[in-house]
């Protein structure tokens, strides 16, 4: 029997072509876990199984998976299982963010990693739940309802990207795919006790990517270990001519063998539990005995990072999100004009945190306010990029924890700014356009994960990968 | 920041409130301005960043058909002869 929960997309991989599987076993049992757990965690909103879903169909997916393997022509993704989240286009196939606006809207065309996914014979078993159009640090934004963390369901699983995080925590798929605007991808992995990484901007094309914040969203991997999620790395990134802030990722030359990380301290002061900071303490200890040089940083910007965020991101929602007026799609409420036709259909379609944010932005693009709120962040974030250049010619990596507390029960951050909290260690990353990644530091006394953050250069993407190995021998 | 912007900024926004939903926007509204009034009084150099700069867009030739044009129309909400069918403006 194939036990996916412990299964590794490089084992499966060298199982399939070795012939000890196939394809169809790996996606049986994939669909088997979703049968046990699915209606109690709420990962996935769809799955592709049945005959309606025609060539798309799971199994369908995997015969061919299975065909190109016995040609020789399977590569690291072929015959995988792998999740999608709701805001990446699947040509025929339901995209709704999340989102009632969206509940019946099919995709035209598929997304640049989708393709990819498609090329490597990746099997896609659906489409996995978020907050709605990701802003949110529990799904429970959702408009279908949150997910459940697998570890405690009485907890959230972290957001936006919570059912992806699910999927792969549960066994439900071997990888998944998220998105990561201000920490959406990380979080959650490290609420779920597993690898997240959020790319170089541009280093994955945000062709198909349903926009929530367009100068800081990126879509990057969920796996088990670090050596999966740079397989579904290798495979959804690349240059693409669809998105013109793609970028091709740049060989970077070997680094030292001592590895030398900065740890912002002073921002570690305030708002962070304890029992995460001393798990954060013993993980850097393990690093130095591994060899790592850990010294102290000043950043003294860095704090700013979350009230800039939520000044530029509102800005850019409310103007994404313009485009849903329930004219050329999604749901439309029919009223009097054309603009009470826009208001009713805006209204019935999105939800409380949505709404927020859309009159936020709105308030800070406002004549009047547009200097003293968009301009003034983005001065602020421009000195948060020069502080992070400026460090990364002293040390390689920034470390902190990943979020700076541990999974939180359902109902428990009612007030938005307490929510925006579970954030503070993860938006600046994407202010600066830097990659991430959330490796797994152990659990709590309650048995709850821990995560630590590593933030690298721009392009440093690769090199992020090995640093869980390191860790990974002394969990 | 009072009901009267709330509802202004509704209606720039084409969302319409309830009055229970104004008074609880201007309250949350209230708390996240709070939290984000710190970058006001922040004293910051205007810093300049280097963007690599390059030419995007593609020659003006005839474009790859990537998008199906059925699925696109079969997405309208309303429309006539595989047109978009909208509300007359004027």
């Known amino acids: ?475 | 920041m009072d009901l009267k912007d709330i509802e202004n900024l509704a209606e720039l926004a084409k969302i319409e409130l309830l009055d229970i939903e104004k008074s609880k926007l201007l309250e949350d509204l209230g708390s996240i301005l709070a939290y984000v009034k710190q970058i006001e009084e922040l004293d910051v150099p205007d810093l300049e960043i280097e963007y690599s700069q390059r030419n995007v867009w593609r020659e003006d030739e005839d474009s790859f058909p990537i998008f199906s044009k059925d699925l696109i129309i079969s997405q309208f909400p309303d429309s006539k002869n595989n047109f978009l069918k909208v509300k007359k403006i004027l």
């Not at chain 1, 699983?157 to 201000?182: C, E, F, I, K, N």
């Not at chain 1, 990126?218 to 050596?227: H, L």
């Open chain 1, 1 to 475: 029997m194939i036990d996916t929960r412990t299964l590794t997309i490089e084992k499966a991989g060298e199982a399939l072509r070795s012939g000890e599987f196939s394809s169809l076993d790996l996606v049986s049992a994939c669909l088997q876990k979703i049968k046990e757990r699915n209606d109690e965690l709420h990962a996935f909103l769809e799955v592709f199984s049945g005959e309606k879903y025609g060539v798309d169909d799971v199994y369908a997916q995997a015969k061919r998976a299975d065909e190109m393997i016995k040609n020789g022509k399977g590569v690291a993704m072929t015959g995988i299982p792998i999740a999608i989240k709701d805001n990446i286009l699947m040509t025929g196939m339901i995209t709704s963010s999340g989102s009632k606006i969206l509940e019946n809207y099919k995709a035209s065309y598929d997304a640049f990693v989708i393709k990819k996914l498609k090329e490597a014979g990746a099997v896609i078993m659906g489409r996995t739940n978020m907050d709605e159009f990701a802003m949110g640090s529990s799904t429970e934004n959702s408009a279908y309802g949150p997910s459940k963390n697998p570890i405690d369901p009485a907890r959230v699983p972290g957001g936006s990207s919570g059912g992806s995080a699910v999927a792969v925590a549960s066994g439900m798929a071997l990888g998944a795919l998220g998105s990561d605007t201000g920490g959406s991808i990380r979080m959650p992995a490290s609420f779920c006790g597993i690898v997240g990484m959020k790319a170089t901007y541009g280093a994955v094309s945000r062709s198909g990517l349903t926009a929530l914040s367009s100068s800081l969203d990126q879509i990057g991997p969920f796996a088990k270990d670090s050596e999966d999620a740079q397989i579904i790395f290798e495979c959804i990134s690349g240059y693409d001519e669809m998105d013109s802030t793609s970028i091709t990722l740049k060989p970077k030359e070997k680094k030292s063998l001592k590895i030398k990380i900065g740890i912002p301290r002073d921002f570690l002061k305030e708002g962070v539990d304890a029992e995460v900071l001393k798990n954060f303490e013993e993980t850097l200890e393990k690093l130095k005995q591994k060899g790592y040089e850990v010294v102290d940083v000043s950043m003294p910007y860095i704090k700013y990072a979350l009230p800039v965020y939520y000044v530029i991101l509102p800005a850019e929602v409310s103007t994404n999100l313009a485009r849903l007026e329930g004219m050329r799609y999604g749901h439309r409420v029919e009223g009097e004009t054309m603009f009470d036709t826009f208001k009713r259909s805006r209204s019935a379609g999105f939800g409380p945190e949505t709404r927020r944010r859309i009159i936020l932005g709105t308030y800070v693009l406002s004549h009047g306010y547009y200097d003293a709120y968009y301009n003034k962040a983005w001065k602020v974030r421009r000195a948060i990029i020069k502080e992070y250049e400026d460090l990364f010619k002293k040390v390689d990596y920034i470390v902190t924890p990943t979020v700076p507390m541990l999974p939180f029960k359902f109902g428990e951050k009612s007030d938005p700014v307490q929510m925006y909290l579970a954030d503070i260690f993860t938006v600046s990353v994407n202010l600066a356009w830097l990659p991430a990644i959330s490796i797994p530091s152990g659990f709590s006394k309650e048995g709850l994960p821990f995560g630590i953050e590593f933030t690298g250069p721009s392009e440093s993407d690769l090199s992020l990968f090995a640093i869980e190995k390191d860790l990974r021998d002394n969990r």
